[in-house]
């Protein structure tokens, strides 16, 4: 919504700051993911971004959170009894097994935080082959329209390696069947985290 503030009798649209990068990451959602449908949060750490999903789907939806440490599950599942969620499944197994957990319907989107658990031990961390592994089985289980959001975190040991791989195998989907984005602050210091989100065509 625009605001609007009176100054000198003359009303002056309001400025809104340029989003964040997790309210960007979740408006990217927002934007594809209507209620009933199935979506994916492969990496749920504190539960978050699977407590974000399972709003948006409500109750005819389903939420894949999958994350491989027992901390994070515990975390996540934590999180969703304090709002009365019941329309997550929870595993606690790597995302690079997404097909053997979600197989008779399709995703509008998944969203993927790289890194480590925030708190937690920071030397466990995604991996590129991992990571790039889900990817691809994400990708064909996403609906035309439907969308894959990275947050990249790579300020970490292994995150530039990660980063990298990750940009490489982007940069070279297909123009024609996705579109990729890149969204950065390009002035801030100590590696911000980015998001990178593929958007399928057809
Ligand atoms: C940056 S954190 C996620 C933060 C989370 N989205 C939140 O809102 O708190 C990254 C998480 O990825 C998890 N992870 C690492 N490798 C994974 C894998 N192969 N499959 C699923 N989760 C993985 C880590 O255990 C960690 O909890």
Redesign the pocket.
Known sequence: MLKYRRTQNTFFRGVINMKAIIPFSHQLLEEVVREGDSVID????????TLKLSKLVGDTGKVYA????KE?IEQTKGLLADHQINNVNLIHD???HVASYVKEQLISAAIF??????K?DHS????PD?TIKAIRSMLSLLTTKGRIVLVI?HGHKGGTTEKNHVLNFCTELDQKQYQVLQYQFINQINNPPFVIAIEKLK
């Open positions: 492969a990496t749920c750490g504190n539960g978050n971004d999958f994350d491989i440490q994070a790597g995302h690079e935080n790289l890194g480590y658990l925030p937690g466990i961390i995604t991996t991992t975190y």
